[in-house]
């Protein structure tokens, strides 16, 4: 049960003048006093409720009565892409790690489900939030709760290939996210790129994970790289330290200086977002239009036939 929905039962016990308390909010959805008065801060510091707590009564009411929650229902799509998004805060271990990671216990606050009952960690990566990334990291889930092998469609460097594949869950790294696993034939530890995967099967053969022999697929260290520069000119200055997702290291003006670790995924954002001029680095804009003309060569093919 999202603390969402108790939040809003509370505000409607508030509205009827009823002086909810935690103890009343805990019997309610069954739960901890502890979590039910963690709530009840969430409402006050974050939501800014004027709560005003009335000794007569044991319970809270609202100082301004024209006080209104904010809009805070949101659709499966749109709780999956904040689920995404936390993942990849949660992962984050570059400068500022721990103010990011704050943020991603927020929203993992909008998103969360009673997981102990499910028994699962769910984990919806990427900054991207593409529909069809967001699809396979749904059946990927769905095969590592129960331990089921997949048939992959895959491609990279070395070409499009396919093979039986047993999901084990998912890292992030440098803005791209991996599902980590093992091929069954032959028999190999392995860290596929999400973007990499062109198509997924779920099968009904099951596979036991010896936990022991994979272990080193969570063991491997990041490596430490220092990030890609790109100074791009905004169609506005943009106040705030990220630019959807992309560290903003320094600001003149409209010319913004953005910190990139993968540049096949922030190629696909610049595609996508808006901006009004690329003035570097140099191989980033021969890139974009090289990328640009193997398009417009495409569509010329397809306007002659």
């Known amino acids: 049960m999202s603390n969402m929905h108790r939040i809003h039962w509370f505000d409607e016990q508030i509205r009827s003048g009823r002086y909810p308390n935690s103890s009343l909010l805990a019997r309610e959805f069954e739960i901890s006093r502890r979590q039910a008065q963690r709530d009840i801060e969430y409402m006050a510091a974050t939501l800014r409720a004027p709560l005003v707590y009335m000794a007569k009564y044991r319970g809270y009411c609202y100082e301004d009565q024209t006080y209104r929650l904010p809009q ?23 400068d500022r790690s721990d103010a990011v990671k704050r943020v991603a216990h927020l929203l993992e606050r909008f998103t969360e489900e009673d997981s102990e009952s499910e028994g699962i960690q769910e984990a919806f990566p990427s900054f991207s939030a593409a529909p069809r990334q967001l699809q396979y990291r749904e059946l990927l889930s769905h095969a590592i709760k129960e331990s089921r092998v997949v048939h992959m469609h895959y491609q990279d460097h070395e070409g499009e290939r396919q093979f039986p594949f047993c999901p084990l869950g998912f890292v ?36 036991v994970c010896d936990a022991a022999a994979n272990q080193s697929i969570w063991e491997r260290p990041l490596p430490v790289r220092k990030p890609f520069l790109a100074e791009i000119l905004l169609l506005e200055i943009c106040d705030a330290d990220m ?13 913004h200086t953005i910190e990139f670790y993968d540049a096949d995924t922030f190629e696909e954002h610049l595609f996508t977002s ?12 021969q890139r974009l239009q090289n990328h640009i003309a193997r398009m417009a060569a ?3 093919r397809t306007n002659g036939s």
């Open 72 to 94: 805070l229902y949101m659709t499966e799509e749109e709780q999956r892409v904040l689920k995404y998004l936390a993942h990849r805060y949660r992962h984050y271990d570059y």
């Open 172 to 207: 992030s790294r440098f803005n791209a996210d991996y599902v980590a696993g093992y091929e069954t034939d032959p028999l190999q530890n392995m860290l596929l790129r999400l973007e990499g995967v062109r198509r997924i099967r779920l099968s009904d053969e099951r596979f």
């Open 243 to 255: 630019w959807m997702g992309y560290r903003i290291r320094e600001r003149k003006d409209r010319v």
């Open 274 to 285: 808006e901006w009004e001029e690329l003035l570097a680095p140099k191989w980033l804009r």
């Open 298 to 300: 495409r569509l010329d």
